[in-house]
């Protein structure tokens, strides 16, 4: 169970060595974003985390690795030089609703899991609630959530956060990207 994601009704679990799981990675975010934008008007990707600790860098990686990913109705918040973490979190959801009041917001963010789960990507319609792993009240945020599972939940999770490997950060950043930049071309161009 992934304990930062909130207002659930389906969590749909991807192994980030399984190549064959991108394609449903990106199928089911396809399909969610698509119903999204129905009734929103354009979409934007929050990547939420901190460039500090390499378990928390997950969603700043992402949102560097796509800031070049230029469409109309697509904004990205949240990268290695302007990342969005616990100390501007609420100020950045403002700043979301507040220039892009009719968007779908995708919430990404790093989470800690079972060990059977490091190295999984969880999506989901709904919100997640950032940092309740390490024990931070942040608001919750999302019409759309994508974790990656990147270390174990348990004791000492801020020091488990800072000694997770770059690889499965990297594995998994590279997964997510792939899967969003297939979404993001099927959604909004067709």
């Given at each position: 169970?992934?304990?930062?994601?909130?207002?659930?009704?389906?969590?749909?679990?991807?192994?980030?060595?399984?190549?064959q799981d991108?394609?449903?990675?990106?199928?089911?975010?396809?399909?969610?974003?698509?119903?999204?934008?129905?009734?929103?008007?354009?979409?934007?990707?929050?990547?939420?985390?901190s460039d500090r600790a390499t378990g928390d860098c997950l969603g700043p990686i992402i949102g560097y690795k796509l800031s070049k990913l230029c469409h109309p109705?697509?904004?990205?918040?949240?990268?290695?030089?302007?990342?969005?973490?616990?100390?501007n979190l609420g100020e950045t959801i403002k700043k979301i609703h507040r220039h892009h009041p009719h968007a779908a917001i995708i919430a990404i963010d790093a989470s800690l899991?079972?060990?059977?789960?490091?190295?999984?990507i969880t999506l989901g319609?709904?919100?997640?609630?950032?940092?309740?792993?390490?024990?931070?009240?942040?608001?919750?945020?999302?019409?759309?959530?994508i974790t990656g599972i990147v270390n174990i939940s348990g004791v000492l999770s801020n020091m488990v956060l800072q000694t997770t490997r770059l690889d499965i950060v990297m594995r998994l950043a590279d997964f997510i990207c792939l899967g969003i930049k297939y979404s993001i071309i099927s959604s909004l161009i067709l």
């Open positions: 169970m992934n304990p930062s994601v909130v207002e659930k009704s389906n969590i749909y679990y991807y192994d980030s060595h399984k190549r991108i394609i449903r990675f990106s199928q089911v975010l396809t399909s969610l974003i698509k119903e999204k934008l129905r009734s929103k008007g354009e979409l934007v990707l929050l990547c939420i985390g109705g697509f904004q990205i918040y949240g990268t290695l030089s302007e990342p969005v973490h616990a100390k899991g079972s060990s059977r789960h490091i190295g999984y319609e709904g919100s997640l609630c950032p940092g309740i792993g390490v024990e931070k009240e942040l608001p919750a945020v999302g019409d759309i959530f």
